[in-house]
């Protein structure tokens, strides 16, 4: 015994692995700084999206010295009691810890350990398809005459009628998975992230076509988008159980709510005591959300969470308010009925419900479902995906497995239709047409759907990302196609 200690007090201390940028330096410039320095938007030409743009630095110099932490820009930008880094208390500052990390990176003599081929989170020349990706996002613009669909690394833009594909708009997040328009259709939302590494907001000026805002939060990617009435803010959803809004001028994020035990998947916003004067559909994640302009009221927001929650607080302070409905099961998305009183909502269940908002009687358990205004009829899989008619008669349900898309009255929840879809696969995004006529509808395949709302029936569709020169699009009918069998399952 005697002998082992011995050994122990003599024996030499375990050394640290040096530091790796790809592991443990990168993902938290992403997270801290990439919003304002990434290729799309290098504030002070300064991009930190790669090792080689980093060390290019901006124009303050170089972006460090490699062994000598003391004489490096990117040190004297994030270190210190108040550093210079985020500016104007735009994100979020790095605690000692992780600065001490990073210097002790360029003490090491700044290596680079970035594996051969493409690093996640970049903006690089447009993606090149030789399958369709998986569509998780879909909106119409509040005149319908433009369709925003979620691709890889990007956003494509299309004529409303799904036969012209305008433009792209390529980020820095691999998975869009939310997708919502202003009230005035001056600015796009995007929600998503590189799964495992960050999450970002993005928004777009949709004249222009310029990214105005990255926002990157959290460590995960971000669900569920929509805009305030007045279209001054935005709120999120994400993978750490919070619900976040954030501000359209300058990006700032200004709230953060922490009621749910899980992931939070949608948003949306609602009033109490005001009128809605005017309907405008948006999208919550691979859902249907509306937004109100309102008269009079208090502003509340609506959050749906996978701990089986959908949670009402108040949108300026954070207040929680309410469970609105019993907890059965997983939740996975929802939509706000147009005249803001009701909300539907659905997942793991396979029963799409409709509540009331605001409670009118006084609760009488923890787990009563007193504000239940309708059950409809059980789905063929997990609901993934939920919009109301812009007249709110009408609510689409669509669902993982089958691809089915099912349309149903809201008055008396009977059956109206069951639109056609190939077999397997599911749908993650569903959006009507400002119009009401028309409902697009997408997800597994790769195909955008256009479906007559009053006939039941397909009218067009398309694949909304450009295919390689050498890869054939599928047919006209894919069914069971190469395409579907590749594509990954969308993530719970």
Not at 249 to 271: K, N
């Amino acid at each position: 015994m005697l002998a082992l200690l011995m050994m122990l007090m003599w024996s030499e201390p375990p050394t640290e692995a040096p530091v790796s940028f790809h592991r443990q330096v990168r993902p938290l410039l992403l997270r801290h700084c990439q919003g304002c320095h990434q290729p799309r938007r290098a504030l002070g030409e300064l991009d930190v999206t790669s090792y080689a743009a980093l060390k290019k630095g901006g124009e303050s110099g170089d972006g460090f010295a490699p062994g000598a932490p003391d004489d490096s820009v990117l040190m004297d930008f994030i270190k210190g009691d108040e550093p210079r880094m985020p500016k104007n208390g735009v994100g979020i500052p790095f605690s000692k810890e992780q600065v001490a990390l990073i210097a002790r990176w360029i003490a090491e003599g700044a290596q680079d350990d970035t594996p051969a081929g493409r690093a996640p989170g970049r903006v690089g020349p447009p993606e090149v398809y030789r399958q369709p990706p998986v569509v998780t996002a879909l909106v119409y613009s509040p005149d319908g005459q433009s369709l925003a669909v979620s691709g890889h690394y990007e956003v494509l833009l299309h004529a409303g009628d799904g036969r012209q594909l305008r433009t792209r708009l390529p980020g820095l997040s691999q998975r869009v998975e939310s997708l919502a328009f202003s009230p005035d259709g001056s600015v796009l939302a995007a929600a998503g992230g590189t799964p495992g590494l960050f999450g970002e907001l993005q928004l777009w000026d949709v004249a222009k076509q310029r990214l105005r805002h990255s926002v990157t939060m959290t460590g995960d990617s971000l669900y569920g988008v929509s805009f305030t009435p007045d279209g001054d803010k935005v709120a999120v959803g994400g993978a750490d159980n919070s619900a976040r809004v954030v501000q359209v001028a300058d990006g700032r994020p200004v709230l953060r709510i922490d009621h749910h035990q899980d992931w939070v998947f949608g948003t949306g916003f609602a009033v109490s005591g005001g009128a809605a004067t005017k309907n405008q559909q948006q999208r919550v994640g691979a859902r249907e959300n509306v937004a109100l302009k309102v008269q009079g009221g208090k502003l509340h927001l609506i959050t749906v969470g996978r701990d089986r929650a959908l949670k009402l607080s108040e949108a300026d302070n954070g207040t929680f308010v309410d469970d609105i409905n019993k907890l059965l099961d997983d939740l996975r998305c929802l939509a706000l009925h147009p005249k803001g009183e009701w909300i539907a909502c659905g997942g793991e269940d396979q029963v799409p419900r409709l509540y009331q908002i605001f409670r009118t009687r006084a609760r009488v358990m923890m787990d009563d479902d007193l504000n239940l205004v309708r059950a409809f009829e059980r789905q063929p899989g997990p609901i993934t995906a939920l919009a109301f008619a812009p007249d709110g008669q009408v609510l689409a349900v669509g669902c993982a497995g089958t691809g089915e898309v099912r349309l149903y009255a809201v008055a008396d929840g009977r059956r109206l239709a069951v639109l056609p879809a190939p077999s397997g696969g599911g749908t993650y995004a569903l959006a009507f047409h400002p119009q009401g006529q028309t409902l697009a509808a997408a997800g597994h395949d790769g195909w955008v759907r256009l479906y007559s709302v009053a006939e039941g029936k397909l009218q067009h569709k398309f694949i909304p990302v450009p295919m390689a020169a050498a890869s054939a699009p599928a047919p006209v009918d894919p069914g069971r196609s190469n395409a579907e069998r590749a594509a990954p399952e969308r993530p719970r």
